[in-house]
């Protein structure tokens, strides 16, 4: 992402900075909703093992977000190339181990 890609151009300083922060609020937000979540769960399911509760809980999560950003990105999306694949598949294994690990520790730990 350099200054002068007429791609980026568009986007203000204060947008970004608006993006940034609810992206913060949101990830704020998303632990101790998880916690609980996974609090219910457990009591609606007791013979559910944490790590099924959480693959759910994170399945859930990737398949809205998978959602918003295709229709977000849909144009982006039209065209990608064998190493944004690559780079993608490799982010997405990466992030969504630590995203699975993070969730079931919650159900062992507070969230504060």
């Known amino acids: 992402m350099t200054a002068d890609n007429?791609?980026?151009?568009?986007?203000?300083?204060?947008?970004?900075?608006?993006?940034?922060f609810a992206t913060c609020v949101c990830w704020a937000?998303?632990?101790?909703?998880?916690?609980?979540?996974?609090?219910?769960q457990a009591a609606a399911v007791p013979e559910a093992s944490?790590?099924?509760i959480s693959a759910w809980g994170l399945?859930?999560?990737f398949a809205i977000?998978?959602?918003f950003l295709g229709w977000w990105c849909r144009a982006?999306?039209?065209?990608?190339?064998?190493d944004e694949w690559?780079?993608?598949?490799?982010?997405?294994?990466?992030?969504?181990?630590?995203m699975l690990l993070q969730?079931?520790?919650?159900?062992?730990?507070?969230a504060s």
Do not use: N
């Open 6 to 20: 007429p791609r980026y151009a568009a986007v203000s300083p204060r947008t970004a900075t608006l993006a940034l």
């Open 29 to 40: 937000v998303s632990l101790p909703v998880v916690r609980a979540l996974m609090l219910d």
């Open 50 to 52: 944490t790590w099924c």
């Open 59 to 61: 399945g859930l999560r």
């Open 65 to 67: 977000a998978a959602l």
């Open 76 to 82: 982006e999306l039209a065209r990608p190339t064998r």
């Open 86 to 98: 690559a780079q993608g598949v490799g982010l997405g294994l990466f992030t969504g181990l630590g």
């Open 103 to 110: 969730m079931d520790a919650l159900g062992y730990a507070s």
